[in-house]
């Protein structure tokens, strides 16, 4: 039950990520009138995530020092839910006419509020996985059904297009979204009974400012931290771009999505099953390093899918290809970053004596809300200079080189993470664990 309410986060999550842009800004020769010029768009959105961003810490805050007959985390599930999907809908029904500035006014207030609904809701959901389960191993398991929601949740994103396309005309699409990500969300609160597995916590007092400054003066955070802000820049790029991926370089109708999800849904799985075997000797740092490493290099292969064919092949199936290679750093990604950040949770409670799970995803969200705006940004930049039509798609083809850069900066810092998984203590970098 508890896993079950990641479904909700990647429905509406990655339904913003992938479709909201593209639905507000269709490419030429799409038939459909730009509700909003792209660069307007790009500055909105971006706005709309900085402001959610200075929520995060004082959320993690407020929810590690809650003490209701719920629990720490179940009030802020319950009480922001219903929010959440409501906002998420009243985006894909603006009510006034295009390039107006009352339809900017609207895309920035209900996105605003969708955002800040989002971090109400799955900050304090996060930190839960770090209580109800404790071992290296059952994190990761716990953290791979997590994603197995995530993977429907997906699928659902991916598919509904297919169904109801082209989506400008079809919002009831947006309808369906909204209604499994509430019921998805609200199995958490009524199927998890939070106080039975994390017990009472002692009202500890200290202030936001002390409980920030135990944060970041942890080491193996703060290179945790800066290491997958680069990578999730460079990923995050990627995903706001994939429609356009797939209509304006590849030519396929906005439905074709589902076919890429299923590629890469092959290599997730077969990926999944390749970390859990390898896990008593392999640890999650490594993973993480080479999952991301591997992203960085098959990555830049998106600029050659703006040729119609390489070689006497056809790019159609250099991108069956690149789909399936990604499928191992989107498991990596998906499977081992909630269960390092409760590792680094656990670290931090033998330092200062207090568990305090929640400040830890506050604190990487209000940086990870502003990276996500920087990348909005750099999306309209690749497009408004160097064209996102069908018939200037270079934008659209530098989304690759340019991810790639980012995550392999986030690489090499990352390399440097000092944390010893099974002892919880700080040691000299090391790859794999001695025998």
């Given at each position: ?237 990627l995903m706001n771009g994939l429609m356009y991926v797939n209509t304006v370089l590849l030519g396929r109708p906005e439905g074709y999505m589902m076919v890429w999800f299923g590629v890469i849904f092959v290599s997730v799985g077969i990926s999944f099953v390749v970390i859990l075997k390898l896990l008593d000797r392999v640890t999650k740092k490594t993973f993480y ?140 970098v090391r790859l794999f664990r001695k025998k």
């Amino acid at each position: 039950m508890y896993c079950s309410g990641n479904m909700s986060s990647q429905l509406l999550q990655w339904t913003f990520g992938m479709y909201l842009m593209y639905y507000y800004c269709p490419p030429d020769g799409s038939g459909f009138v730009r509700l909003l010029p792209i660069a307007t768009v790009s500055l909105i959105l971006s706005a709309g995530r900085i402001i959610d961003g200075f929520l995060e810490p004082i959320v993690g805050f407020w929810s590690d020092r809650t003490r209701t007959r719920w629990g720490r985390r179940i009030p802020f599930i319950m009480f922001g839910g219903l929010p959440m999907c409501v906002f998420f809908l009243l985006m894909w029904y603006p009510p006034f006419k295009p390039n107006t500035w009352q339809m900017a006014a609207w895309l920035m207030g209900t996105q605003t509020l969708f955002w800040l609904s989002v971090t109400t809701v799955f900050c304090p959901y996060l930190s839960l996985l770090a209580e109800i389960v404790r071992t290296n191993k059952e994190r990761v398991t716990l953290s791979m059904i997590m994603q197995v929601f995530l993977v429907v949740g997906t699928g659902v994103v991916m598919a509904l297009p297919s169904m109801f396309e082209p989506i400008r005309e079809h919002r009831e699409m947006f309808v369906i979204i909204a209604v499994m990500g509430l019921i998805s969300i609200y199995a958490v609160v009524f199927g998890v009974p939070e106080k039975k597995y994390c017990g009472e916590h002692e009202d500890d007092q200290y202030g936001i400012i002390q409980a920030l400054k135990w944060t970041f003066t942890n080491k193996a955070f703060v290179i945790y931290l800066i290491g997958s802000l680069f990578m999730w820049l460079g990923f995050q790029i990627l995903m706001n771009g994939l429609m356009y991926v797939n209509t304006v370089l590849l030519g396929r109708p906005e439905g074709y999505m589902m076919v890429w999800f299923g590629v890469i849904f092959v290599s997730v799985g077969i990926s999944f099953v390749v970390i859990l075997k390898l896990l008593d000797r392999v640890t999650k740092k490594t993973f993480y390093l080479v999952g991301n490493l591997w992203m960085a290099i098959t990555i830049p292969m998106l600029y050659l899918l703006g040729y119609d064919s390489l070689f006497g092949i056809k790019t159609i199936y250099l991108a069956y290809v690149f789909f399936l290679l990604a499928g191992f750093p989107v498991a990596v990604l998906m499977s081992l970053g909630l269960p390092l950040l409760a590792d680094i949770a656990d670290y931090d409670a033998k330092l200062v004596g207090k568990r305090r799970e929640a400040i830890f995803f506050g604190a990487q969200g209000i940086l990870q809300k502003f990276v996500i705006s920087l990348s909005f940004i750099i999306q309209g930049f690749l497009f408004d200079k160097f064209g996102y039509s069908m018939t200037n798609n270079m934008g659209v083809r530098l989304l690759g080189p340019t991810t790639g850069v980012f995550v392999i900066i986030g690489v090499a810092i990352f390399y440097f993470y000092p944390l010893n998984e099974r002892t919880l203590e700080l040691e000299p970098v090391r790859l794999f664990r001695k025998k």
